[in-house]
């Protein structure tokens, strides 16, 4: 017997598999799914999250904070993020450049918003120069 797995993002479906297993962190500590397990919902901390396919492979994720849901043999997990790599090693190098690129991308919104700011204090200033 087989569960289907969905990994989902808030712009993809990472992930839409049959496993065997899946192993997950919930704030309680790890936990393991198997088929016939009883209906289940928890949230995840952001952790290593792996699972079992039906030929014995095992598959790694790096996944941020989300939720599980087991329900029947389905077994939904939403997050914010999460990287797929083909073992712990390669796993690790994609998560080390994915937090680099979020890093970037945060300096960019930093800078952005700091423009904003400054532009609507100088239209303000302006404003009230014109009001008096």
Sequence with gaps: MTLNLKILLPAEVLLDEEIVQVTAEAENGFFTLLPHHIDFVTALVPGIFFYLT??????????????????????????????????????????????????????????VMARLEADTLRRFTRLRGERQ
């Design 54 to 111: 039906p030929d014995g492979e095992e598959h790694f994720l790096a996944l941020d904070e989300g939720i599980l849901i087991k329900q029947g043999d389905k077994v939904y997990v939403s997050a914010v993020r999460a990287v797929a790599g083909d073992d712990l090693e390669h796993l690790e190098d994609l998560v080390v450049n994915e937090l680099r690129i979020l890093g970037e991308n945060e300096k960019k919104a930093r800078t």
